[in-house]
């Protein structure tokens, strides 16, 4: 498909206050403050004569049809295809994240480097339309640090009935979400060995978990639909308990019905080994116990737990292997053997 060249254009920045010889950023719950002519955290967001500017939008790194399912939402129009787009920009130096290509010292050490073509929001939503997309999907790296460009993006897709979705660490603060959630549909929030603080201070640079919670909480007011992704890492995040706390404070704090995927740490930069299938399998059934409706495991080779069985009567509902999709039995979102009404978005 042609898609005429466009102008780069330099978007000043969101979420935002001048202060004593600076700028005090609010899109990322670090609240950088910025001097000026330097950048952020992220380092994609910079202080031009104290006017801020987000210094990524429209430089996508990545835009792929995929299932959806491939971003970890199971039970948001299952089977659907969405349009993954990517722009530069992390608020976590992480060695956690492995699934895209974007290598982690050009992410971390320069990531307006990464090689780009430029798009504008409309363009991405008449590609979304093109490729008969149902959705949307913010992904790859770290969304709320590009996010001129996706609530741009959202809001277009909004008026031409594209659905958006968003894979983000949560590391944000309340008004971002109160203006994306106006146009946002539904998100996934990676988190690390189950909230454990130690592991997010001594390797993501990050000392407090409160704001991913707090964002949690956001996104459930805002009525977002919700799955979460809780990657088991071994020696440094497997803390059983630590786990069953996670899933009791999703079950009180959001519903029994929101998703919890487990993920097998599969190596990455660190040496460690990959969790074990019977760590996953542990850790999941104490989710359960802990009320939750809909637990999965990710796992090589993949395991039976990927796919949804209906909580009423355990009935097979939807068989899936490698997050994609083999048979779905979903009759109205509704368990075709007993009518149980199960937690999807199909309509």
């Keep these: 498909m042609y898609m005429a060249k466009v102008k ?14 600076g700028i005090r950023d609010f899109v990322s719950a670090r609240l950088d403050f910025i001097p000026k002519g330097k950048t952020d955290f992220s380092l994609t967001r910079e202080n031009r004569d104290n006017k801020l500017f987000a210094l990524n939008f429209g430089r996508v790194v990545a835009l792929n049809v995929e299932k959806i399912e491939k971003s970890h939402l199971f039970h948001f129009y299952p089977n659907s295809n969405s349009l993954i787009v990517g722009l530069p920009g992390c608020n976590f130096k992480s060695p956690f994240c492995s699934e895209f290509e974007l290598s982690h010292k050009i992410l971390h050490e320069n990531p307006l480097s990464a090689k780009y073509r430029y798009y504008t929001p409309e363009q991405v939503v008449a590609i979304a339309e093109k490729k008969n997309c149902k959705s949307i999907t913010f992904n790859y790296t770290e969304p709320m ?3 001129e460009f996706a609530f741009k993006t959202a809001r277009y897709a909004h008026r031409s009935n594209v659905r958006t979705a968003m894979v983000t660490n949560g590391y944000t603060t309340e008004e971002p979400i109160k203006k994306l959630g106006k146009f946002l549909d ?6 690390f060995g189950s909230g454990n603080a ?7 640079s990050v000392k407090d ?6 964002t949690l909480r956001q996104l459930h007011k805002q009525k977002i639909f919700i799955e979460i992704t809780n990657l ?3 020696q440094i995040g497997d803390n059983l308990e630590e786990c069953r706390t996670l899933a009791d404070w999703i079950s009180h704090e959001l519903g029994a019905e929101i998703p919890l995927h487990l993920l097998q740490f599969q190596g990455g930069g660190l040496d460690i080994p990959p969790t074990p299938v019977s760590t996953l399998e542990r850790f999941a059934e104490e989710s359960r116990k802990e009320g939750l409706r809909y637990v999965y495991i990710h796992s090589t080779p993949p395991h039976q737990d990927e796919s949804t069985f209906c909580h009423n009567c355990r009935e097979l509902v939807v068989e899936r292997k490698n997050s994609i999709v083999k048979q779905s039995r979903l009759v109205d979102n509704k368990c075709p053997k007993c009518g149980f009404t199960l937690n999807f978005v199909s309509r």
């Design 8 to 21: 780069e254009e330099l978007e000043e920045a969101q979420f935002w206050k001048r202060e004593r010889n």
């Design 145 to 147: 640090v590009w996010f």
């Design 186 to 191: 539904a998100v996934v929030v990676k988190i």
């Design 198 to 204: 130690e592991l997010y201070e001594n390797y993501m």
């Design 209 to 214: 978990v409160k704001p991913i919670y707090d």
């Design 232 to 234: 088991i890492i071994p």
